[in-house]
């Protein structure tokens, strides 16, 4: 199993707060992701990196913001959390050079509920 | 952008085979992966094809015709543990795996 662990796995927080989600990877892969996951639409990227300090947006990239400052670790922000928001969120890897060709790895996803 | 259409649910029987269709519209293509979700747990990689054919991977096996834009995921004898939703995903090009997920197809083993 790839080394990704994301916290918090699961979280209750109030419309309006801050809100940051980590994801953790002892793979060492370049890049990572940040899906969520809704009833009728499926996984959706929100953000993804190719590596440290690069990041772009995804689908679904409003309202959140990213940053790499390691190879490891990929954070997720809610700037002002709203109940749209509400998801469970994956963090997912590959590299290029690995297994299948960009085959995505995933973490076991941390749920938000936002009130 | 992408459209991904597959059907929602399904459900067979033990011991059975199943064919999951999925049918794209991309603007970009670099292979189609195949997931596989149990309930409340994350998606784990199934299958991936980059050429038009049939990949067989023991009980799984995956088909692409890239000019038709059509895939499909064959599951021979079924199992009880074979429930779950089975995610497909074209590759949107370049070499960032950016995947574009349909919404599943939810697949219910029966005795």
């Known amino acids: 199993d790839a080394g990704i662990t994301q916290s918090p796995r699961h979280k209750v927080t109030e419309t309006g707060t801050p809100v940051t989600l980590r994801c953790h990877q002892t793979?060492?892969?370049?890049?990572m992701y940040w899906y969520r996951q809704d009833p009728g639409h499926g996984l959706r990227l929100i953000h993804y990196?190719?590596?440290?300090?690069?990041?772009d947006k995804g689908e679904v990239s409003d309202g959140y913001s990213v940053s790499r400052s390691k190879t490891e670790d990929f954070l997720l922000t809610l700037e002002s959390a709203t109940s749209s928001q509400t998801s469970v969120y994956f963090c997912?890897?590959?590299?290029?050079?690995?297994?299948?060709?960009?085959?995505?790895?995933f973490g076991e996803g941390s749920r938000l509920t936002v009130l | 952008g992408q459209n991904i259409d597959q059907p929602t649910e399904m459900t067979a029987t033990e011991g059975a085979i199943v064919q999951i269709n999925c049918t794209y519209q991309?603007?970009?293509?670099?292979?189609l992966f195949w997931y596989q979700q149990h309930a409340g747990e994350a998606p784990t990689f199934l299958s991936y094809?980059?050429?038009?054919g049939l990949e067989e991977k023991g009980r799984f096996s995956s088909f692409l015709s890239r000019s038709k834009g059509y895939s499909y995921l064959l599951l021979k004898e079924l199992q009880m543990k074979d429930s779950a939703s089975y995610l497909c995903?074209?590759?949107?090009?370049?070499?960032?795996?950016?995947?574009?997920f349909g919404t599943g197809t939810r697949l219910q083993v029966t005795l």
């Open positions: 997912a890897i590959s590299d290029p050079g690995q297994g299948v060709t960009g085959e995505l790895f």
């Open positions: 793979e060492n892969h370049r890049y």
């Open positions: 990196s190719y590596g440290v300090k690069d990041t």
């Open positions: 991309t603007s970009g293509f670099n292979g």
């Open positions: 094809n980059v050429l038009d």
């Open positions: 995903a074209p590759g949107g090009g370049g070499t960032a795996s950016k995947l574009t």
